[in-house]
């Protein structure tokens, strides 16, 4: 069968690996869900890696007050290394997405967090 599609305005991956022809499929061992609130990038020369955590608070034991004073932690969460091009669809999307949800919503902006919290 001949796809007719016009692939001349889609992303060069997109075109490359067309989604109906490879459907996700869920892993026969699930598929993991994990909350991140923090990502942190490192690179090399091929690759990109996306570490993920979570910004959480735990109580510092190093300071005596009766309820336990509070100190900020990231607790990574997962790591996921890409190559460089899927980095780059990656953020293709998201960068669509954003504009889709901003156009939906408003503007994301970043959260303020008072001193001392």
């Known amino acids: 069968m001949i796809d007719d599609t016009d692939n001349s305005k889609l992303d060069p991956q997109e ?9 996700a499929m869920e892993s026969p061992d699930g598929v ?8 942190i990038l490192n690179w090399t ?23 336990g004073a509070r100190r900020p932690i990231v607790e990574e969460r997962v790591g996921v290394t890409i190559p460089w091009t ?3 669809y990656l953020r293709n999307q998201l960068d669509e997405l954003i504009n889709s949800y901003e156009l939906l919503n408003s503007e994301i902006v970043s959260i303020k967090i008072p001193p001392g919290s």
Not at 15 to 23: L, M, T
Not at 32 to 39: D, E, G, L, T
């Open 32 to 39: 993991v869900s994990i909350y991140a609130n923090v990502s």
């Open 86 to 88: 899927q980095a780059k």
């Open 15 to 23: 075109a490359a690996i067309p989604r109906e022809r490879f459907p």
């Open 45 to 67: 020369m091929t690759d990109v890696r996306i570490r993920f955590g979570e910004l959480i608070q735990i109580v510092a034991e190093d300071i005596a007050e009766p309820w």
